[in-house]
């Protein structure tokens, strides 16, 4: 079985999406981790296991309202063994890291 953990980011945090009422969206609360950084979620998830992949939504992006560009920098350059699925509408990112 091929598990991947998913997040999605809205005005910098995790949030719980839920059906798409993108406007009640709240910081996600999990014992995995304290806080709803990005950086935090995804550490919680690997100390579960080392997940290769983590399928990222950028909620403001999709939403053509800015985007979470600088988080998935930091992501991308914190965590270079995992592959980063990207879903950002129709924004595009950089695929290198600066």
Request: glycine share 6%.
């Amino acid at each position: 079985m091929f598990i991947i953990p998913v997040i999605d980011l809205f005005a910098g945090n995790v949030v719980h999406a839920r059906r798409g009422h993108r406007e009640s969206y709240k910081k996600i609360q999990t014992p995995l981790c304290h806080g709803s950084s990005p950086l935090a979620v995804i550490k919680g998830f690997l100390s579960l296991y080392p997940f290769t992949n983590i399928y990222i939504a950028d909620l403001n992006a999709i939403k053509d309202d800015g985007n979470n560009d600088k988080i998935i920098s930091e992501l991308l350059h914190h965590h270079p063994d995992v592959c980063f699925w990207l879903d950002a509408g129709k924004h595009t990112y950089p695929t290198t890291i600066p």
